[in-house]
């Protein structure tokens, strides 16, 4: 399916507001992006149309594929590639007391990310890439921006996750989510930090990255894992213990 394709199969969700909005940006190019407000959340995000957007919105608040039954609730989230923030928006209305960072790394997403979270003062937006070393890297420009991939190189900040959770000022992490394009292999490659995450949420995507999912298997021994769509939820075990 084409993302034209999903855009005209996702406006639905908006009503005829979202029918006038995809009509006029392919006559005129305008409007740009379209504001939803599901009753599930506290403030309205924005959408950007001709991308992944509406489809995320719908994925993410509508069916909240994100939902885990968790024998605790969670103080501190990372939500890895967190693209326009819509996965952060969801942990801050389902967890309102907890500390979420968003870490993104394209300059596009970032901007829209920015402005989906500013009503939220507990989500921390951090514009880099999570990866095996501090520096920089390169990022592609993704089809719609939706799957944009990290390469070596130079353009955007990098930074590993020991590095994040130093200057977050977390201990541990209770919520990981993670969905990086195939960036899997050099994040979970060699890692020693996946003792300090109690749950973690990602997409593995071995079809772009091959031995992404042997990755982190290796790195979350001891973790107990649940398939769900696209995610796999991975439950470390020891950390749960009383």
């Known amino acids: 399916m084409s993302l034209r394709d999903g855009v005209c199969g996702n406006y639905k969700s908006f009503g005829i507001k979202g029918l006038l909005a995809v009509s006029s940006f392919r006559i005129l190019g305008m409007p740009r992006q379209i504001a939803a407000h599901p009753k599930s959340i506290r403030h309205p995000v924005y959408l950007r149309l001709r991308t992944s957007d509406i489809s995320l919105f719908n994925d993410v608040l509508l069916h909240r594929e994100y939902e885990f039954d968790m024998p605790f609730t969670p103080r501190t989230i990372v939500d890895v590639g967190a693209n326009v923030g819509l996965a952060s928006v969801y942990y801050a209305n389902t967890y309102p007391d907890a500390r979420i960072i968003a870490i993104e790394p394209e300059v596009t997403n970032f901007a829209a990310l920015i402005k989906n ?13 999570l990866w095996n070393r501090d520096g920089e890297v390169t990022i592609s420009d993704g089809n719609g921006k ?9 353009g955007c900040r990098a930074i590993t996750m020991c590095t994040l ?31 300090r995450v109690r749950v973690m949420a990602i997409e593995l995507h071995d ?9 982190v298997e290796r790195a979350a021994t001891g973790f107990r894992q649940h398939e769900r769509g696209e995610l796999t939820f991975f439950v470390n075990q020891a950390a749960l213990e009383p």
């Open 146 to 154: 939706w799957n944009c991939q990290v390469h070596e190189g130079k």
């Open 117 to 129: 979270v500013s009503p939220y003062p507990n989500i921390l937006p951090i514009h880099a890439a």
């Open 207 to 215: 079809r772009l990255a091959p031995g992404c999912r042997e990755i």
């Open 165 to 195: 959770l130093s200057k977050a000022g977390f201990d541990t992490i209770d919520l990981l989510k993670v969905d990086v394009e195939g960036a899997e292999r050099e994040i979970f490659s060699d890692c020693d930090w996946m003792v």
